[in-house]
């Protein structure tokens, strides 16, 4: 089944700088990559998507990114304020009824 | 409340109990799904359900056993658990029955602790 692997577990940034979160897939059968953000005590919410025949793709100051080939797609997160701050997962569907999780990423802004 | 409904929001049980959780979703999707959610594994995919029918079950224990009599409603019945299933229950649903093509929208979980 498909594995998705997410990297850094945390994260830790000064308040305006960048945050790069990273994930690798292993089902290239896979075509479609969410990102889902997790406040603490709140439930997971889609924050930017990507399918397989796009590269890049940027809403505001997200921004996600995909290389087939390599099987990996990252999140970029720019200008950071400290309400960025949460568990980040990323996700893909291996079989098309489900998305497999990778293992969260708890990024804290620092002002 | 709108969106994706689970009740109860928290639950203490003994391990000789028998107890459901209900989920209720309100957006005309066709597809829900049961995710277990603790420390030690973030978000793990439990069931799956399209068109009220099951298409997957992710080597759950028995003993939870989930029940889809509608598109809107999901139940995850829970007899006889171990301390080692307490965590927080997510339900999810998505549009269509491709649901993994789909954002899920998750409800706010029930959080479940077996003493």
């Known amino acids: 089944g498909e594995n998705v692997e997410q990297h850094p577990s945390t994260l830790s940034v000064q308040e305006g700088d960048s945050a790069v979160i990273k994930c690798t897939y292993s089902?290239?059968?896979?075509?479609?990559f969410p990102w889902y953000k997790q406040e603490l005590g709140k439930r997971p919410q889609l924050i930017i998507d990507i399918r397989s025949n796009v590269g890049e793709k940027k809403d505001q100051r997200i921004a996600v990114t995909l290389n087939k080939t390599a099987k990996h797609f990252s999140l970029h997160i720019t200008e950071t304020q400290p309400e960025d701050s949460a568990v980040y997962f990323c996700?893909?569907?291996?079989?098309?009824?489900?998305?497999?999780f990778g293992k969260g990423t708890s990024l804290l802004v620092t002002p | 409340e709108t969106g994706v409904t689970q009740t109860p929001r928290h639950l203490v049980m003994g391990m000789t109990n028998k107890k459901s959780l209900k989920c209720e979703q309100h957006?005309?999707?066709?597809?829900m799904y049961w995710y277990k959610q603790s420390a030690k594994k973030p978000l793990e995919l439990m069931f799956v359900?399209?068109?009220?029918?099951?298409?997957e079950n992710n080597s759950v224990p028995s003993r939870f056993s989930p029940e889809c009599p509608n598109s809107s409603h999901l139940f995850l019945h829970l007899h006889t658990l171990q301390p080692e299933d307490s965590a927080l229950y997510l339900c999810?649903?998505?549009?269509?029955?491709?649901?993994?093509?789909?954002?899920?929208?998750f409800g706010p979980g029930t959080r479940l602790t077996v003493t």
């Open positions: 359900y399209n068109f009220k029918e099951q298409t």
């Open positions: 957006l005309g999707h066709n597809a």
């Open positions: 089902d290239s059968a896979s075509n479609y």
């Open positions: 999810a649903s998505s549009p269509r029955g491709s649901g993994g093509n789909y954002e899920q929208y």
């Open positions: 996700a893909a569907n291996p079989s098309g009824y489900a998305l497999n």
